[in-house]
């Protein structure tokens, strides 16, 4: 199974690694302190039924590396006059994750298991009518106790997010901004913003858990003249790789689990044992001997993957979330949170003729097949620009040592500071029930209310035993610091009594961030500027089971 956020450090640790933001900053904290976690809530002591009657496959019991890794088509607009104007289909298809399994039920946003890529320039308006062809019963299971999913709301619902983009709040994919199936919702997402991975996916209130793991995501890539100009590896040299965690049953199907409570079937979190990258669980990917470019988006509802190569290689990590970092990290291993985006260069040009693995944990997830000798067709195109080269090839060492200019945001800068805890309540036995930011929920009174182009500071105070990915819509953020604090006081009104000195992000999260990591036990500072458009937006963790009950609040910005 895919790790989620109470394991990680105990795996991790198991297995001697260390690295990335969370687990080094856990690392630092549980040197000379326990932290304390919320009244020892436990999200493990749910015990999921299965829908099926048919016995669940063990990811790892199949043969891995049989299937090539899938590559995304670029969406296609509708007609050589009007180049920014996409429509994109939601429909059911069947699709094969492995070799071996019989093809599975899913959704798509597309003929595949793979959604079109869009991939365009910023700064040109792009619209895209989202058509809605989904059938009218869905087939995991929904729990109607839920806020906006009561028996008298239609099954299935769509509602679409733009992850990332800076777009106004009619297109933004508010969660009651649904449609059904039969219907179709046109959006207009002006793109002015510097390049970046995005993704699309759905955000139904009560429903985008169950709709994004049936498949309704997809991946966008934002270009500008900026990014364009350090020549990094494009084309077949560039890589759009989405990694995510499923389970099947052994006749091919999707396996999502319930409670076993019939009025709420909700479960606290859930990943499989099978890991598929763009489709395809373990696939292989052959490549040349020189440095690649690989566009990671974790899409899972709430697993965690901690992941490095096999021949303990070094890579570089160049972007994250908002776009390019302000010069290449160098790492070992990378922890990716749901939703979280990392731009990494890869080199092969030293393993000609070599297999070499991306690994999670201790687990083999993805080939490289590397061809002895690179190709002859590298010369410059439209579509792939040769980069920098050592003895013609492209390798690490032609990396560009400076990335982009960003300056810090002045803490100064901030007006406003608001504070937001995270936290989960309990049945009688012990199971996680409910999930609240600032102790409110979703339909109670707008609290967050910045003003436009003001620069806030949001602190989130984490009183729970899980780390939550939280992630802001419309605008994008600097990571100040992480601090661990006593939970106990704070809960009983008595202080705020700090365990240890603030901890500042690690290298690979100094860019802009539109998610964030915030461990348990510990306070995590952002600073924001809420530059873009006025009206109502969302925040919310970004593990899909808590934001569906109800660890998810609308803000306002204020024109």
Sequence with gaps: MSPTRRTILQQLSALGTLASPPIAFASRLLQNHVVSADSGMSM?????????????????????????????????????????????????????????????????????????????????????????????????????????????????????????????????????????????????YPLQQDAAALWYHDHAMGLNRLNTYAGLFGMVLLRDDAEDALNLPSGKYEIPLQIYDRQFTTDGQLFYPDSGDPEHPWVPEFGGSCILLNGKMRPYLE?????????????????????????????????????????????????????????????????????????????????????????????????????????????????????????????????????????????KIGNSMLMLLNNKHWHEPVTETPRLNSTEIWEFVNLTEDTHPMHLHLVRFQVLDRRAFDVFKYRNNLGTRYLAAAVPPDPNETGWKDTVHCPAGAITRIIVHFDGYPGKYLYHCHILEHEANDMMRPFEVIA
């Excluded at 439209?382 to 032609?398: E, F, H, L």
């Excluded at 803490?411 to 989960?424: D, G, P, V």
């Design 44 to 188: 493990a002591g749910m015990a999921p039924t299965q829908q099926s009657d048919k016995p669940a496959i063990n990811g790892f019991s199949l043969t891995p590396f049989v299937d090539e890794l899938p590559l995304p088509e670029r969406a296609r607009p509708i007609s050589s006059l009007h180049p920014h104007k996409l429509r994109i289909t939601m429909r059911e298809i069947h699709a094969k994750a492995h070799r071996d399994i019989p093809p599975t039920r899913m959704w798509s946003y597309g003929d595949t298991a793979l959604a079109p890529l869009i991939d365009i320039r910023a700064h040109r308006p792009l619209q895209v009518e989202w058509v809605n062809q989904l059938p009218k019963q869905h087939f995991l299971p929904i729990d109607h106790s839920l806020h906006g999913c009561g028996h008298d709301i239609p099954d299935v619902r769509a509602c679409v997010h733009l992850h990332g983009g800076r777009t106004p709040s009619k297109d933004d994919g508010f969660p009651e901004d649904w449609f059904v199936p039969g219907t179709s919702r046109t959006c207009t």
């Design 287 to 427: 490549v040349e001997p020189r440095l690649y470019r690989f566009r990671l988006l974790n899409t899972a509802n709430s697993s965690f993957f901690n992941l490095s190569l096999t021949n303990r290689q070094p890579f570089h990590q160049i972007g994250s979330d908002q776009g390019l970092l302000p010069a290449p990290v160098k790492m070992s291993n990378l922890l990716i949170a749901p939703a979280e985006r990392a731009d990494l260069l890869i080199d092969f040009s030293q393993a000609p003729g070599q297999y070499i693995h991306l690994v999670n944990g201790a687990v083999q997830i993805l080939e490289f097949r590397v061809a002895p000798t690179t190709s002859q067709d590298a010369a410059p195109s439209q579509s792939s620009r040769t980069p920098r080269t050592s003895n013609g090839i492209a390798t690490a060492a032609s990396i560009p040592s400076a990335l982009r200019t960003l300056d810090p945001i002045a803490e100064s800068a901030a007006t406003t500071t608001r504070t937001i805890t995270l936290n989960e309540y309990l049945d």
